[in-house]
């Protein structure tokens, strides 16, 4: 048990933290704003055709990707979960970005997951001028693959430079550029 709190402390903390968010703030909007209902404060009225709260459903996948597909995608969020479990003990330490990223990732999917199995549909409420509307757990996905890709980039150029750096060996000796 305590190998097992010791591989996952970190991804579970992490994901624990945005499914909280993320719950947290659904239920908000589900117990305050009506179906198809904005709210924006009076004094941000301004803000209205850039950013505001709605209370939208999506029967689909992140920012409103195949709609009606809610099965489909319960199934899928069941596989990636499990994979990001299963290979995320095998991320090195060091690899602070692949683990940050996983942790993410996984806290979107089991954040959605929950409102899939609970309500039918996944709960969306942050509007930004004409992207489509989406939640916590969309934003920590894509955050996520962000992160990914910065960390993969940083490393690549890291290993590069070390390549570059490295000194290169000439008839058994060895010398410097």
Not at 22 to 35: C, E, M, S
Not at 67 to 94: E, N, R
Not at 130 to 144: C, E, K, L, M, Y
Not at 157 to 162: G, L
């Amino acid at each position: 048990m305590k190998d097992l709190f010791r591989k996952y402390w970190a991804i579970l903390l992490i994901a624990a933290l945005i499914i909280g968010l993320d719950q947290w703030t659904k239920g908000l909007v589900r117990a305050n704003i009506p179906q198809g209902g904005t709210w924006l404060p009076e004094s941000m009225l301004w803000l209205s055709p850039y950013a505001r709260i709605v209370h939208w459903y999506n029967t689909g996948a992140a920012f409103g990707l195949f709609k009606d597909a809610s099965m489909v995608l319960t199934v899928l969020a069941f596989i990636v979960i499990g994979a990001i479990l299963f290979y995320y003990p095998q991320v090195s330490q060091d690899d602070w970005s692949l683990r940050l990223a996983l942790s993410m990732q996984l806290g979107g999917a089991v954040g959605n997951l929950i409102d899939r199995l609970t309500i039918g549909h996944v709960t969306d409420f942050i509007s930004v001028g004409n992207f489509p509307v989406f939640n916590v757990a969309d934003a920590s996905i894509s955050v996520g693959a962000v992160v990914l890709f910065v960390g993969v980039w940083l490393q690549e150029r890291a290993e590069k430079k070390k390549r570059a750096d490295a000194p290169i060996e000439v008839t058994g000796e060895t010398t410097s550029e």
